[in-house]
Structures are given as structure tokens and as C-alpha cells.
């Protein structure tokens, strides 16, 4: 039994001899090694190492549901959250707003278009109506609008020029070229009428009241080409429309301005 046991721990022994480095192997880990040197420590020096920044700020634990809002990215997210319900609100009543005034347009009537866009008094309307009821179209130019129409409406496209948003100045340009289209033609020959005299008076009544609009529509205009102020509009595509607006517009005032003087007024910026 004992002859067993010495086999058994001779035969360990013989194992782990196996594993552990030999004489030889230890003594190139002692300190007669050249090329070793040790550096005495103290066991509470951390080498200069700062050990609070790899651990948690008991503070930042301990902050207020308030006092994590505070910080940059959080509070951007709080800013934008405490509007979300406003700006959802309306979105929601600026297309409730275009679903009425889509239908009367749908049903041709321009009537209660315009007296929906009065009611509502909102921009952001007034726009979305100029870029899907008007733009769009491809015959905008034959939409039965008369004079007092117009005037309405050229009142709105005078807002939009005169908008902070370059999206809604450009909508205005383009609309203010499009109703150039639709009114030349009427107020020439409305013009040309006071001029021949005699017959189409007699036969014509009411013109005396269509030559007053058209003057507030041709006032309207000089009103349009005079806040437009092309220095201030730093976008090629934005400055390239509101010259083409003010170049229709000279055209278009051309045949009723009585002094070359008052065009040069009128274009002074």
C-alpha cells in the first residue's frame, strides 16, 4: 500500500516536472539578468495614473430627471419634443385648410376659393394653393379669372415676395409671372377701349369700372417690382426668377406708363 503510494506521488512529481520551467530557465527570470532592473513602489502609488476617471461620476448617478435635461443633446431632444404637439397641430389645420379650398377649385369655384384663402389669413395656405392649383397646371393661363380676382390675388403674391422663406419668394415670382399671362391681354384691350371712346362707351356700361381695376391691378404690379430687391437675394435660382419676374413686369408696364421717369422710380433698388 505504501509502495503504491510513492508511485503515485513520484509519478506527479514527474508530471508537473514536466511543466515547470527547469533550472536552467529560472535563472534567466532572477535578477542577475543584465538587462533587468526593478523600480521600487509604494503599494499605494497609482504611477500617475488618475483611477476617479475610469469611475463612476457618484454625482451624474445622483442627477434629477431636470438636471439630465440640461445637458446639449437631451435638451435638443426636449426643445423639439415640447413643439412636436404644436407643429403636429398645424400641419393638421394647413391640410384641412387645402382640402376645402381643393374642392371649391376642383368644382371651378373660384369664388369661394378665394373667400376660404381670406378666411384662413395663413401664408403657408396661400403658397401651398399658388403650387398645386396654380403652378401645376398646365393651362393656368386659361382659368376664367376676372379682374377682381386677380386683385385679390396678386395682394397674396405680394406677401409671398415679401416672405422671410425663399421657397415661398420663389412661389411668389412664378405666380406673379403667370398672372402677367392672364391679365395683359385683358387690360390692354380694356385700355384701348377708353382710348377709341365714343361707341364702346355706349355699350359698354360698366367700363369705367373694370379701367379702376384695372389701375389697382397695374398698381399692384408696381407694387411687386418695387420690393423686389435683387442685391439681397444671394440664391442663383431665387435671383434668376425674381429678374424674370421684374423684366415681365417692365414689359408689362410699358404700354401704360405715361413718363419714362416713373419706371426709373419705381426700379430704384
Same mark, same amino acid.
Given at each position: 500500500m505504501i509502495n503504491n503510494?510513492?508511485? +503515485?506521488?513520484?509519478?506527479?512529481?514527474?508530471?508537473?516536472?514536466?511543466?515547470?520551467?527547469?533550472?536552467?530557465?529560472?535563472?534567466?527570470?532572477?535578477?542577475?539578468?543584465?538587462?533587468?532592473?526593478?523600480?521600487?513602489?509604494?503599494?499605494?502609488?497609482?504611477?500617475?495614473?488618475?483611477?476617479?476617471?475610469?469611475?463612476?461620476?457618484?454625482?451624474?448617478?445622483?442627477?434629477?430627471?431636470?438636471?439630465?435635461?440640461?445637458?446639449?443633446?437631451?435638451?435638443?431632444?426636449?426643445?423639439?419634443?415640447?413643439?412636436?404637439?404644436?407643429?403636429?397641430?398645424?400641419?393638421? +389645420?394647413r391640410f384641412n385648410s387645402m382640402k376645402i379650398i381643393a374642392k371649391s377649385w376642383a368644382e371651378s369655384n373660384i369664388n369661394s376659393t378665394i373667400q376660404t384663402l381670406k378666411n384662413k389669413r395663413d401664408i403657408s395656405v396661400i403658397n401651398d394653393f399658388f403650387t398645386y392649383c396654380l403652378l401645376a397646371r398646365d393651362d393656368v393661363t386659361k382659368i376664367p379669372f376676372n379682374l377682381e380676382h386677380s386683385i385679390d390675388l396678386l395682394e397674396y403674391v405680394n406677401s409671398l415676395i415679401n416672405s422671410r422663406l425663399n421657397p415661398y419668394k420663389l412661389t411668389g415670382y412664378k405666380t406673379g409671372m403667370i398672372f402677367i399671362k392672364i391679365l395683359f391681354e385683358k387690360i390692354v384691350t380694356a385700355k384701348q377701349c377708353l382710348k377709341t371712346g365714343g361707341?364702346?362707351?355706349?355699350?359698354?356700361?360698366?367700363?369705367?369700372?373694370?379701367?379702376?381695376?384695372?389701375?389697382?391691378?397695374?398698381?399692384?404690379?408696381?407694387?411687386?417690382?418695387?420690393?423686389?430687391?435683387?442685391?439681397?437675394?444671394?440664391?442663383?435660382?431665387?435671383?434668376?426668377?425674381?429678374?424674370?419676374?421684374?423684366?415681365?413686369?417692365?414689359?408689362?408696364?410699358?404700354?401704360?406708363?405715361?413718363?419714362?421717369?416713373?419706371?426709373?422710380?419705381?426700379?430704384?433698388?
Open positions: 503510494t510513492n508511485n +503515485k506521488n513520484e509519478q506527479s512529481q514527474l508530471e508537473y516536472s514536466n511543466i515547470l520551467p527547469n533550472e536552467s530557465q529560472l535563472s534567466d527570470l532572477t535578477m542577475s539578468k543584465t538587462n533587468t532592473s526593478f523600480v521600487s513602489l509604494k503599494s499605494n502609488d497609482t504611477m500617475g495614473i488618475d483611477f476617479n476617471k475610469f469611475l463612476t461620476n457618484n454625482n451624474s448617478v445622483n442627477m434629477t430627471i431636470h438636471e439630465v435635461s440640461q445637458t446639449e443633446d437631451l435638451g435638443i431632444i426636449t426643445a423639439v419634443n415640447a413643439q412636436h404637439n404644436n407643429l403636429c397641430d398645424k400641419l393638421t +389645420k361707341l364702346f362707351e355706349q355699350t359698354d356700361p360698366a367700363l369705367e369700372n373694370r379701367l379702376e381695376k384695372c389701375d389697382i391691378i397695374i398698381d399692384c404690379f408696381k407694387k411687386i417690382y418695387k420690393n423686389i430687391n435683387l442685391n439681397k437675394l444671394k440664391d442663383p435660382s431665387l435671383r434668376e426668377s425674381a429678374q424674370n419676374l421684374c423684366t415681365d413686369i417692365e414689359f408689362f408696364l410699358s404700354p401704360f406708363n405715361n413718363s419714362e421717369g416713373r419706371i426709373k422710380i419705381i426700379n430704384a433698388n
